[in-house]
């Protein structure tokens, strides 16, 4: 199966912070999504981004997928972006995810 | 909301002892997915679905048996539960038929002392 590194594991920002989240594949995927888990555990969508860059609110995604890598840029970071950010893909059918082992973020006040 | 619910969310139980989890959900998608979450780890796919009495393995199947009677209802079994499978205990679905975004439930907490 694919390998997925996510970096840095992770992150201490001051509110009001610009980051940006890294995740590298061992191959290429037809899926690749970003999640953010909150402190209550619950896995939030952010992006589905097989390829190319997606913008939501403060939040935005870029997919190289012929490098197989993609970046979870987040601006003016606020408390409630605390939690752990995930990115995993597949690479056949059926969607079967593979995660990295998320970055863990803390937005201090 | 992708209308995912999971029973139970919190479990306490003994080694030895039979599990079940339930994963619900309302929109008739096709396939359906049994992942757990362990420090360290991130996700795991257990087993996953792929329609009615459809089932595969995952990344993590051994000691996890499914199944999956009606589209609605996605079942996990513990035969017989060791600590080792103490873990959080999530479903999920992708709407389409495969290769689509993945929304998952809320999770279970299972604990097996």
């Known amino acids: 199966g694919i390998q997925v590194e996510q970096s840095p594991p992770d992150l201490i920002l001051q509110e009001g912070a610009n980051s940006t989240l890294r995740c590298n594949f061992s191959?290429?995927?037809?899926?690749l999504q970003w999640f953010h888990q909150n402190p209550w555990g619950q896995l939030i969508n952010l992006f589905y981004?097989?390829?190319g860059t997606k913008q939501n609110g403060r939040l935005s995604a870029t997919t190289v997928a012929t490098e197989r890598y993609s970046l979870l840029y987040i601006s003016s970071s606020q408390t409630t972006d605390s939690g752990v950010y995930f990115c995993?893909?597949?690479?056949?059918?059926?969607?079967?995810?593979?995660f990295g082992t998320g970055t863990r973020l803390q937005v201090t006040l | 909301d992708a209308g995912i619910t999971q029973s139970p969310r919190h479990k306490v139980t003994e080694t030895g002892t039979p599990v079940t989890l339930r994963c619900h959900q309302t929109?008739?998608?096709?396939?359906m997915y049994w992942y757990r979450q362990d420090p360290g780890h991130g996700l795991r796919l257990i087993h996953y679905?792929?329609?009615?009495?459809?089932?595969d393995k995952g990344e993590v199947s051994d000691g996890y048996s499914v199944s999956r009677s009606k589209t609605e209802d996605f079942l996990l079994t513990l035969e017989s539960a060791t600590s080792s499978q103490t873990s959080v205990y999530f479903c999920a679905i992708t709407p389409g038929t495969g290769g689509n975004e993945q929304f998952f439930g809320p999770g279970t907490r299972l604990t097996v002392l």
């Open positions: 995993a893909g597949d690479t056949g059918t059926a969607s079967k995810l593979t």
């Open positions: 981004i097989p390829s």
């Open positions: 191959d290429s995927v037809n899926n």
């Open positions: 929109e008739n998608h096709r396939y």
């Open positions: 679905s792929y329609g009615v009495k459809d089932t």
